[in-house]
Every structure is written in C-alpha cells, then in structure tokens.
C-alpha cells in the first residue's frame, strides 16, 4: 500500500513539475499556483469548452465575459440575448443551463457558488467533470476532473483494455488516487493540458512526457491503441423542409424552436419536424408558413449534430404585399440577420437561399 502511495505522489509531483514549464496560457486560467481564481470565470469557461475546442472558445469567453462579466448580470440577462451570444458554439442545451444556473446561484445561493463537489453537481449543466473541475480548480477541492483528455492519459499510463464506456469507471478511481492534498486545481488542469499538448490521439509525444517511465501504454510500444473504442454505431439520419419566406423589402420571416430539444429556443426559419423519412406532402402543407408559390432548390442542406445527420429541403417564396404568415414570428431585415442569433444550421439554410447573402 505505502508502495502505491508513493507511486502516486511521484507522479503527481513529476506532472506539476511539467506544468510549471509547460502550462497552456489561456484567458481564463491563473498561472501555476496562483490562489483564488474567480469561480465564475472557472465555471464559465469549463461550461464553453464541454464538446468544443478552446481554439473557438478562446474569443468567444472573451466577449461573453465582456458583455456579463459578473454571475449577477449574467443571471439578470434575457435568456434571448444568451442564446444569441452563443450562436455558433453549438450544443445549445448548455446555453440554456448556463443561464438557469446562474439564475439560481443568484437566487439561491447569494451569488455564491457551492464549493463542494456535490453541491456544483446539483447545479444545472453542471455534470460529473465539470462539477469535478471547478470544485478542483475554483475551490482547491481533492477531486477528480475526468474529460475525454484524461480518460486518454489514464488509459495509456495503465495500458486499460476495457472499452469506453466500460473503463471510466476505473479511470475515474485511478485519476482520485492521484490527485495530491495540495494544488489539486493545478493537478486539475496539468493533466488535461498533458492530453491536449503531450499525449495526443495520434502520434503523442511519448519522449516529452513526465509519466513516460511508468505509462503501461509507451511500454507496449503502442500507446495509441488506449484508449479502447466500442465500435462505432450508424448515426441516424433525419430529413425536414425548411421554408425560406421574403418579402418584397428583403425582409425574412424567422420563427422560434420550441425550447426543448435540438437547437431549443433558437431563431430560425420555419421548418417541418425531422423525421426517419422525408416528410409527406400533408406534413409540408401544414408547416408551411404562408400559401405561397413555394420554389424548391435543387440540393438540400445538410448539417451533422452529434448523434444524428440531417438533410433539409429548401423551398423558398416572396409574400404578396399585405400577405400574413401563419403562426408566430417576426420578419427580419436582411441587414440585420447577423444580430438574430441564428445557429449554424439556419445560417447554413439562409446562404443557400439567399445566394451567398446570408450573415
């Protein structure tokens, strides 16, 4: 036991040792033991980089933060204008978390976040990891913080032959029993940056890690076979309809998705439901916003979420002066589509019909 012990203690203390020397310079984190990073600016940036690179979210934390630079104006702030600003980074649940969490930190808790594990995880949006690395980072907690870097770090130094999802389990105990009493934020983010930096997907950099001595992986001389994959299942394919309608100023007739589900509360064009199959001429009928003469484009738009395809029919049509669209919406200057916090796949829709025009 005392032998695991100090094994653990010399790799912690090998890994902050690298660190020092080689931590990532990011906006939103403080140097190598710099005490008291501000929770919010932690909590934030940890919620911008689930399922994101921080090449994107670099600028964006920063003019999120400039625009609420407090939890309190954060959580005094329209969930519209949130949403808005988070057009483009994707997964837009987070969004909607994001504001019902600060919401409640400002409610509930004085503004304060909890500075326990359990108590960040009953926090909205707030799951196993980031609940780990806030507490770790913002609050000095022993815990872990596993991402998908880590999971590849642990995997490797114990050469596990468990596929994910089965193996995080004990990776998740490994990454506990390493995490030191002191500096357990800088351990924190020592070991993501060694996954984003050293020991990458492909091709790691075996020969500058800290943990090269002890990896099972390095020593089986394939460290990429960690960590396991299950096999790859098909992704679903869904197809939709989506209506492009103008008026004769150029103006365009945006709606808003329901607040559940993919995309849920954004702006877009109106849409039929996506479907396992191209949807019926009745289904078209029905979701179509004006009985206009629709004009269908040649090809359709096609747009990848994270667990299904999407491909969507583009028709496209100009009201009559004094026409009406039917249901709820708004008509949008073509000029000021930029400022309507469309996501990806609605500004993807509007180029094709718009010929290029789209913000």
Known sequence: ?????????????????????????????????????????????????????????????ARFLARWPTLDSLAAAPIEDVLAEWAGLGYYARARNLHACARIVAAEHRGRFPDSEAGLRAL?????????????????????????????????????????????????????????????????????????????????????CPWRAACRGFASGEPERYPVKPAKRARAMRHGVAFVLTRSDGAVWLTRRESRGLLGGMRQVPTTAWTATPPSAAAIRVASPAGASWRKLPDPVRHGFTHLDLALEIRVARLANGGRPRGDGAWWPRAGLAQAGLPTLMRKVLDAALGGRAP
């Open 1 to 61: 036991m005392q032998a695991t012990r100090t094994s653990a203690r010399r790799l912690a203390s090998a890994l902050l040792r690298w660190y020092a020397r080689h931590a990532r310079a990011l906006p939103w984190r403080e140097p190598p033991g710099a005490k008291s990073p501000d929770p919010y600016r932690v909590w934030l940036s940890e919620v911008m980089l689930q399922q994101t690179t921080v090449a994107t979210v670099r600028p964006r934390y």
């Open 124 to 208: 909205p949006g707030l799951g196993d990891y980031t609940a780990g690395a806030v507490a770790a980072i913002a609050f000095g907690r022993k815990v872990a913080a596993v991402d998908g870097n880590v999971e590849r770090v642990i995997a490797r130094l114990d050469a596990i032959a468990t596929p994910l999802p089965a193996a995080r389990a004990a990776i998740r105990a490994r990454v506990a029993s390493l995490v030191p009493p002191s500096r357990p934020g800088d351990f924190a983010q020592a070991l993501m940056d060694l996954g984003a930096t050293t020991c990458t997907p492909r091709q790691p950099r075996c020969l500058l």
